[in-house]
């Protein structure tokens, strides 16, 4: 293999200046199609356009970078993640694969020049779930396996018009406006999310498999009344009911296995003020296990519990509004991977992850692979979010070998 020198200070320095672009100072808040999210992408084409690569944006706001091959310019060896966060997320999480991929082809570029197959790096609108109730809307759309529509954000905003009016802001002269070819394979690079890497002292992360997840609003319906005049016994509290369910939710996700995830991670109550009884709460469920059956085993038993607990007038309802099965990454990928880090000396550990990733859909129209590197702390989805920087240069380094043995 060629010596392949990774700019490292162009990479920090690229990934300082989206980072200071997000609009709010407790982490980063690149909700998909808020003013952050434009700005990002809309830096994103500028960097693509000066530095000479083929820059096409889609109806979702995914902007693709391509360094065109010169032998088979149709076949596509595509890398790259997501622009947007979680609400005060951190600078690492979806950023790293985008900008990570973009550092590896101007690697190969300036180093070889033009490849034989055509290097695309990718920045998918949308994968968090964190506005609109859908997950991986971008990499969906790409994949041509689903469209998202006609659904709202917590603002009654709707995603369609959303979309249009960011995508407008984009678009711009030298900018293809088309959904291009799916590519011939997909490699993601990310951080690990997790402390597992950092436990196993292994600088890079091999994904096997993905979590399957599921994501529901629960709806506590109760009656809102007087905080000081209604006895204990007679009340219908919406917040009582809620956490006997949520408890409760708890100990059969422990009971079913260890390795089931269970998280509320948004809860809002109805009135909400300090002397009303809660007449409604609405909550948030996300569940994960690489097991589908362990999934819908604990799917069943939550509809019995909610239907347990609710005893006329106060009722549970739960309403799932994701349900993406666990998935298999390419191995003949990964073997390649695990090849060339031992060629680089990077330590690795073959993993499964616990978080979602656009590769779970992409990984269903291409042979795809994921590149993880360690997490301080595990720590994740959080202003605090960190990898060191041999570490964030080590998967560089590696998507760089990658990307050279495929397309060179
Ligand atoms: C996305 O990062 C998720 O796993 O929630
Ligand atoms: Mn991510
Ligand atoms: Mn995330």
Redesign the pocket.
């Known amino acids: 293999m060629p010596d392949l020198p990774v700019d490292m200070a162009q990479l920090t320095q690229h990934l300082a200046k989206i980072n200071a672009l997000s609009p709010d100072t407790s982490g980063q808040n690149r909700l998909v199609y808020s003013p952050g999210w434009v700005a990002a992408q809309r830096q994103l084409l500028a960097w693509g356009q000066e530095l000479g690569l083929t820059v096409t944006l889609d109806d979702y706001g995914t902007v693709y970078l391509d360094l065109v091959g010169r032998v088979q310019p149709e076949t596509i060896i595509a890398t790259g993640s997501h622009m947007d ?2 609400v005060q ?1 951190g600078p690492l ?2 950023l790293y694969g985008v900008l990570g991929g973009l550092q590896a082809l101007l690697t190969l570029k300036q180093a070889l020049g033009q490849p034989k197959k055509t290097l695309r790096v990718i920045a998918f609108s949308e ?2 779930g964190s506005r609109f109730p859908t997950t991986f809307s971008g990499s969906k759309h790409y994949a041509r396996i689903e469209d998202t529509t006609g659904l709202k954000d917590k603002d009654g905003l709707d995603f369609d018009s959303a979309r249009t009016a960011a995508v407008a802001q984009l678009a711009g002269p030298d900018i293809q406006r088309t959904l291009p070819k799916l590519p011939a394979t997909f490699t993601e690079l990310h951080i690990e ?1 997790g402390p597992r890497l950092a436990a196993a002292k292994a600088q890079i992360g091999l994904v096997a498999a993905i979590v399957g997840q599921r994501r529901y609003t629960v709806t506590v319906t109760g009656v809102a009344n007087h905080a000081g005049t209604t006895p204990m016994a007679q009340r219908q509290d919406a917040f009582q009911a809620t956490v006997q369910f949520i408890n409760r939710l708890f100990l059969l996700a422990q009971s079913l296995s260890p390795d089931l995830t269970f998280t509320v991670g948004e809860l809002a109550l109805t009135p909400n003020t300090v002397n009303v009884i809660p007449g409604k709460v609405v909550f948030t469920v996300d569940c994960r296990h690489t097991d589908t059956t362990v999934l819908d085993n604990f799917e069943t038993l939550m509809g019995n519990t909610a239907a347990l607990l609710s005893h006329d007038p106060l009722t549970i309802s739960v309403s799932r509004w994701a349900k993406i099965p666990p998935v298999q990454l390419d191995q003949q990928l990964l073997a390649q991977n695990a090849n060339l880090a031992d060629q680089l000396q990077l330590s690795h550990l073959t993993l499964a992850s616990g ?2 990733h656009d590769s779970q859909i992409m990984t269903q129209v291409t042979p795809t692979t994921m590149i993880f590197v360690p997490s301080i702390k595990g720590i ?2 959080a202003p605090q979010e960190a990898t060191a920087t041999p570490d964030l240069l080590a998967g560089v380094q590696l998507l760089t070998a990658s990307l050279y043995r495929q397309a060179y």
Request: aromatic share 0%; proline share 0%.
């Open positions: 966060t979680v997320g999480d979806g994968e968090e999310q978080a979602g994740s989805h």
